[in-house]
């Protein structure tokens, strides 16, 4: 019985080609373009939060208590070999880094800006974060004698300088002593991060230690966890043993990061629920249509015996064809997008400029998650259920008698 | 000051060629444990027109230099002190002292075209510095001065014209790292105090473009070596007590 | 009688009538207040940013924007007090001094961005007054007082009443120093203005910098902020030798060109919205004509040319969609002036937004007749041309075929 209604659900949505393929087509486009807007919107955001995970915060960093607030060398980290060494134990812990920060001034000889210095090790920064990979010029290595350094690019431009370009940063050390210190610069970076691009200048962990005159210390320690389950079992576990320390989660550094895509998230579900809501409508008008065209031939149907319940199956499939396919091609052509996008980008250096100084990256990547189609298919499947609510009332309605006599139309 | 003057004995040092590291020990001994007091008057010229300090100033060794305003009457009794690489600088009209921060180390000594870090670093030269010699005629040298692969310094060559028979400078040519010319300075008026030769009179002045009507010119009218000079004036206390 | 022809018919089928009527009109008042909402953001962005300090143009020296120095400033500020005086379309300028500063309190040191302001005027240019949380805002006759952000204050440790020692050079490079009372705290909520900025007396502080008469810029307010470039232009043609009109397309480029990127987005947000409208209103219209194919048959039958059966579908369809698209947006029009007056206020958003600068806490609309009137026509039009497609296939049908049509 169900396979004769189906096959008469084929057959008149085959009939009435022009109608079928135009809801068809409404749906196919709508969530191809709502499914590549997401993936980019989604790109952004975790563009974002990637970069300041890998350039600066990790999944977890550790702080001495107060850093955060002074920013100054006096509230250091002690011995940060012995915290690696326990930090060890762990093999959730793909990666970590151990920084050495202290501000000041940079300078040339026409110019001086507020900088900060970090003394890091760039092995340890290749495999926290492929820090080498944000080198947009010259070489990723401080030189034969560890005496050069990398520089934000922002930074670079302000000062007017370039590789191979001298600087001195001059600071004070950890016993109050104005210090300075030369080099040359071997390469520059570009981040995303705006306290890299704009404010930092990094050189080896020793040749820091040596300028401050502290040995065996760090400002900031920083941990990988790829597997986010771990993060914050990880967390009170290290800040129970390290109870000095301020122990913190890139969420908690970045607070912005996440409301940021909260926010995301709350638009894309807005843009689907008005998009599908209108496109229920859409459906709805050719489905009650398409009754409405065909009570004769329903009623005639039922009038031979065909039950209520098999022409009732017909019209929920004519919907449900067109919604599916509606789907299957939309869901393709926004993967379409999405793979190219991904893979490829847009290219927005255009705005450059503009984009940059936020930390966004000129060229946008999409991302691309599974539960995008999950929720696409959710969205047509409710539209297309709500729209033939009414139209099935209207199906139920039907007196096949009076209008096989011709008292209603 | 006292940089200015170390500077000029450094050079004299490189006169003798190989002997070179010799003289600059001998010169460095005789720097060490010195004291100078002077009586200057500096003459800054820039856009909006001309205008004259005078100061006092006391130092001992390279290390240690006390500075006090005595013109104009509405700088006068401003003090600086420093020690080592640390400045401190006392206004009387508000009597309070501030140490100067590094952000301020840059920024222009009494708007000068001398900064805050020209003042305080003394005496580096021999450090910072490898020494060639450029051009020599019996009375003239031309020296070429490039930093050390370490050294601090913000210029990237400095150039200077020797008077070899008075021992001393009369022109400074300063670099930046790329080669282009940023300042000069001129030396001139040399005269002789006791064991020393010394010009009386150096002038600044940047090449920049925009800073085209700038100058910075220092006259000193007295000079006095090897009085001793009180160690009370090398500590924070002297900044207020010396400030009439 | 083609006409009237229309009106009966659409007044016979009500609910079809009906359908129609309501589908445009409701496309058409959302289409417009969605974007409304759209644009709206921009404009309250920018607004918020661009009024909390910056103006919506300043009035330089030439060169002050590259180095801000004392070489760079504006030398005769009565000159340029007169010749904005002059111009009708300012509504609001005053003169600002900005300087690098060191403030002292006991132990602690810290170099601030000090700027001389003319507090009356000031509060018509800027948020400084708005954004007071402790003590009071300056006045034109203030002497020692000084106005601090709040994450300054933090930084000093400080509050008000305490006294605080300002050390600068003047403009003649001797040095300028003062003792200041803290009037008042102020907070904007932008971190790096609060934690960097304090604002003194202009009067008494050019007696201290020696800055009488002279200004680093000018900033200005106009009668219509939105026609920024073109009075931008006219003081460009006709400042004084020497200086340069600066808007804040250019202040605030940065924030410009984060705007045209979220356009971008934003055109194709309504692209798809736009996209799905398009394919309701054609299935609606291409059903509702075939619903009638036999009725078109009977005419057809009775001697109406195709012709005929186009001018009375159009007909129809006109006044329908007249009716309905002219009440949708009037309700559409209606629903963004509310809005826009009294926004929808998201809480998180303000957080966000502040890290970078600016100001964004509401979502807003932005009540534009250009806008609106556009919208509206292209509903009116996407309507009209539906029908075109399904008239011409029934057309095609010969009589008989229309009149049995199943």
Partial sequence: MYKIAFDLAWKSLIRRKTRTLMVIMMIALSLSGLLFLQGLYDGMVSHMINTAIRSDSGEISLYAKQYRLEKTIDYHIDDPISIKTYLDRFKEINAYAIRLSGEGLVSTAHK???????????????????????????????GPKNQEALIGFKLAQKLKVTIGSRLVFTAQDA???????????????????????????????????????????????????????YINNIQSKIQKKFNLLDVLRWDELYPLLIEMRDMMDIFNWLSYAIV??????????????????RMREFSIMMAIGTPYKSIRYQVVSEAFIMAIIGYIIGALLGLGFLAYTASSGIDLRYYQAGLESFGLNAILYADIRYYYFLQAFSAVFSATFLSILWPLHVLKKIKPIEIIQGKIL | MKYLLSFIFIFTSFLYGGEADDIIKAVEDNLRGDYMYAKMRMIVTGQRGERAIEMESWSQGDTKSFIKILYPKKDRGITFLKLDTQMWQYIPKIERTIKIPPSMMLQSWMGSDFTNDD?????????????????????????????????????????????????????????????????????????????????????????????????????????????????????????????? | MLYSLAIKNILASKSRTLTIFLLSMFTTAFFIVYVAFVNGSHEQMIKSSVEIYTGYAHINAKGYQEESDYDHLIEDAKQIETFLKQKPFISNFSPRFETYALLSQKEKTVGTMLTGIIPSRESGLSYLKNSLVKGSYLEDNDTRAIYIGSDLAKRLSI?????????????????????FKVKGIFKTGLFDFDSSSAFVNKTYLDSVMMSENKASYFVLRFIDNKATDSYAKILGDNLPQGHEVLSWKILLFDLV??????????????????????????????????????QIGLLRALGFTPKDIRVLLFNELL????????????????????????????????ETYKEYGIIYDTIPTHFDTFTIIWNALSIFVLNISSIFYPIFKINKLSVTEAMRYV
């Fill in chain 1, 112 to 142: 001086s800006l507020g900088a900060t210095l970090k003394g890091v090790r760039l092995e340890d920064e290749r495999r926290f974060g492929d820090f080498d990979t944000f080198l947009s010029q010259g070489k990723f290595d401080f």
């Fill in chain 1, 175 to 229: 016993s109050g002593e104005i210090n300075a210190i030369s080099f040359r610069i071997s390469g520059i970076v570009k981040s995303g991060n705006l306290a890299v691009d704009e404010g930092s200048v990094f050189v080896s962990m020793e040749t820091m230690e040596r300028f401050l005159t502290l040995p065996n210390s760090a400002t900031q320690i920083a941990l990988r966890i790829k597997d986010e389950s």
């Fill in chain 1, 276 to 293: 599908f809501a209108v496109a229920a409508l859409g459906i709805f008008g050719v489905i009650l249509m398409s009754i409405l065209e």
């Fill in chain 2, 119 to 244: 003042m305080v670093k003394e005496s580096s030269m021999i450090k910072d510095y490898n020494a060639r010699v450029l051009a020599k005629t019996a009375s003239r040298a031309t020296i070429e001065l490039l930093p050390k692969a370490n050294a601090a310094v913000v210029w990237g060559k400095i150039i200077v014209d020797v008077d070899i028979s008075n021992k001393v400078p009369t022109k400074e040519i300063y670099y930046d790292d790329q080669m282009q010319k940023v300042r000069i300075m001129t030396f001139s008026n040399i005269q002789r105090h006791g064991n020393h030769t010394l010009p009386m009179v150096m002038e600044l002045k940047p090449l920049d473009i925009e800073k085209k009507k700038n100058s910075t010119k220092v006259i000193f009218e007295k000079v006095n070596y090897d009085t001793p000079i009180d160690a009370s004036y090398f500590s924070k206390n002297a900044l207020k007590r010396y400030s009439n």
């Fill in chain 3, 159 to 179: 509050d008000v009443g305490d006294e605080i020692a300002m050390i600068s050079s003047s403009l003649d490079y001797s040095t300028a120093a003062d003792l």
């Fill in chain 3, 257 to 294: 060109q984060l705007m045209q990127v979220d356009s971008l987005f934003n055109y194709i947000s309504i692209s798809v919205f736009f996209l799905v409208i398009f394919f309701v209103i054609m299935i609606f219209n291409y059903v509702n004509i075939y619903s009638r194919v036999r």
């Fill in chain 3, 319 to 350: 006044i329908i969609t007249l009716v309905s698209v002219s009440l949708g947006t009037i309700i559409g029009a209606i629903a963004t002036y509310y809005l826009e007056i009294y926004p929808i206020t998201i809480s998180g958003l303000a």
